[in-house]
């Protein structure tokens, strides 16, 4: 069964700092890999995903993530936040057949003035 | 979010009543989803359709709990006998073609339901 780790529930940072906020997985089979943001009061939207290629994945909103196979881990960074990213940020893993998500249980980024 | 319309937005109801919460995808995709958001967790999947019939409802937690969609569009997620554990955010979502989680999800803004 396939598992997603969030270890940070809350990740506190000023404006403009650079951040990251960690995911890992656990799975038998290859993986898909996404990162999902929630602003308050809306549906989760999605910042970017890894199907395969290159580990680099580059995103919406300046965010981009690496897929680490070794360590079985997808980490999300953005070099430099605004007030505007706080929010919530869930990791999800699927499968190459599959049509479910399975989600970690979220990081909140709270960016600070 | 744009593209999938739930209502209500917001219900409270007593423990123990019966509940609706409509899904409506708006465009036409034929695979939709169905996902509860308890406080301080992730989404967890709930039921999945492809066209008109639940293709997967093994997330459903128990009998209480049913969802329709009978003409393949908007769906309705149906709580008898409400309990306060129940109470949650309840998101739909649909994807694209092949309803594969590869494609993307478009979720809704969920209803939150809060059992008194």
């Known amino acids: 069964a396939q598992s997603v780790t969030q270890l940070d529930s809350q990740v506190p940072v000023f404006e403009e700092a650079p951040v990251e906020l960690r995911c890992n997985y656990s799975s038998s089979v290859s993986v898909y890999l996404f990162w999902y943001v929630q602003y308050p009061n809306q549906g989760l939207q999605l910042l970017l995903k890894?199907?395969?290629?290159?580990?680099l994945v580059k995103g919406i909103n300046g965010f981009e993530a690496e897929f680490n196979k070794s360590q079985t881990s997808f980490h999300l960074r953005k070099p430099s936040v605004h007030i505007s990213d706080t929010a919530e940020y869930f990791c999800?893993?699927?499968?190459?057949?599959?049509?479910?998500?399975?989600f970690g249980s979220g990081t909140r980024l709270l960016v600070r003035p | 979010g744009a593209g999938v319309s739930q209502t209500p937005s917001n219900k409270v109801t007593e423990k123990g009543k019966y509940v609706e919460l409509r899904c409506d995808p708006i465009?036409?995709?034929?695979?939709l989803y169905w996902y509860r958001q308890s406080l301080g967790q992730g989404p967890e999947f709930l039921i999945y359709?492809?066209?008109?019939?639940?293709?997967?409802d093994s997330g459903l937690p128990n009998d209480r709990f049913f969802a329709v969609r009978p003409e393949g569009s908007v769906s309705t997620l149906k709580i008898q006998r409400t309990e306060r554990g129940d109470s949650a955010v309840y998101l739909c979502a649909r994807s694209g073609v092949g309803g594969l989680a590869i494609y993307g999800y478009t979720f809704g803004s969920g209803t939150r339901l809060t059992v008194v």
């Open positions: 465009s036409g995709h034929t695979a």
């Open positions: 999800a893993v699927s499968d190459p057949s599959s049509y479910k998500l399975i």
């Open positions: 359709f492809q066209g008109t019939g639940a293709a997967d």
């Open positions: 890894y199907l395969s290629g290159s580990t």
